[in-house]
């Protein structure tokens, strides 16, 4: 395994065009197509970083700033931007292109866990990142930041799952 990569290596694009099967009924991509997008696009930037089976551990807030429309371009952008022993923090970002004008918006950016796995599904160590571009060392830095609100946020969710528990599901 390399020791470390660079962010490039990781990246990922994916554009396509919104078509009626995958809208609302306002005519805009549904919710749930774009968040499948936006995990498809993470696990493909993991899969290259690690050169390992990953899983998805966690997908930050996902904010919907801008509707893309059907007729749109969506184009997604993804890289790792920071690693811990075995989880990877994959950066996306989602624009959508009005294919007639040629504006652009960006419509969510979100962060992803992802988890390598080895193949007996146990966590596995990951190349280090190196940041090159401004953008780039910006998100690297601020992830420690980022990361310790998940695992605060996965120790609410583990406290949260004892206390519910699975009655309800019976
Ligand atoms: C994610 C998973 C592999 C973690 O395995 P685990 O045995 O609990 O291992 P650990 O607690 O040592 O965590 C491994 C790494 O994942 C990170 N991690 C685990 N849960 C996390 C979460 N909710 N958010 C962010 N990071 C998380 C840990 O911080 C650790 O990072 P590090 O190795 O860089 O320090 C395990 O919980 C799992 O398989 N979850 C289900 C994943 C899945 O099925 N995803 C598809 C969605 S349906």
Redesign the pocket.
């Known amino acids: 395994m390399k020791e470390s990569k660079f962010c490039k290596e990781s990246f990922v694009v994916k554009t396509s065009i919104v078509l009626p099967p995958d809208t609302n009924s306002y005519g805009t991509l549904f919710g749930g197509k774009l968040m499948a997008y936006i995990d498809d696009v993470a696990g493909i930037s993991a899969m290259r970083h690690a050169r390992t089976s990953v899983?998805?551990?966690?997908t930050d807030s996902v904010d919907f700033l801008h509707p893309i429309h059907q007729g749109n371009a969506v184009c997604l952008e993804a890289f790792v931007t920071f690693?811990?022993?075995?989880?990877m923090e994959i950066f996306v970002k989602v624009i959508a292109e009005d294919l007639i004008s040629g504006e652009k918006n960006i419509c969510a950016l979100s962060f992803l866990?992802m988890?390598a796995?080895d193949e007996n599904g146990k966590?596995t160590p990951v190349p280090a990142v190196i940041p090159e571009t401004e953008e780039e060392k910006s998100l690297f830095d601020s992830a420690k930041q980022r990361a310790s609100i998940?695992?605060n946020r996965?120790k609410d969710s583990e406290q949260r799952a004892k206390t519910y528990g699975i009655e309800a599901s019976l």
């Open positions: 899983v998805t551990a966690s690693t811990g022993r075995s989880s866990t988890v796995i966590p998940r695992k996965r």
